[in-house]
């Protein structure tokens, strides 16, 4: 599945750094934690991130599974 990405505005329509939005409404932001590279999922309505991935590959998964009805893990390698 092929999920398009576009920057997230803020209220003023100015371009969040490091922060996405999908075409379905998912929030993608990106952070570092402990000098690694971190993305945040959070799905559309919602004020928590359901999910915590390594990269865009990550993301897309989650988002892919979320939007398929399946279980998806808060972390990489854990159990959903």
Same mark, same amino acid.
């Given at each position: 599945?092929?999920?398009? &990405?576009?920057? *997230? *505005? @803020?209220? @003023?329509?100015?371009? =969040?750094?490091?922060? &996405? =939005?999908? #075409? $379905?409404?998912?929030?993608? $932001?990106?952070?570092?934690? #402990? @000098? /690694? /590279? ?12 359901? !999910?915590?991935?390594?990269?865009? @590959?990550?993301?897309?998964? $989650? =988002?892919? #599974?979320?939007? !398929?009805?399946?279980?998806?893990? *808060? ?6």
């Amino acid at each position: 599945m092929n999920i398009g &990405w576009v920057p *997230k *505005k @803020d209220r @003023d329509n100015r371009e =969040i750094p490091g922060c &996405w =939005i999908t #075409d $379905a409404g998912y929030t993608v $932001a990106e952070f570092l934690v #402990d @000098d /690694q /590279q971190v993305y945040t999922v959070t799905a559309p309505g919602e004020s928590v991130a359901m !999910a915590y991935r390594s990269g865009r @590959d990550g993301v897309v998964q $989650a =988002i892919t #599974d979320r939007m !398929a009805g399946l279980a998806v893990a *808060k972390f990489e390698g854990e159990g959903a």
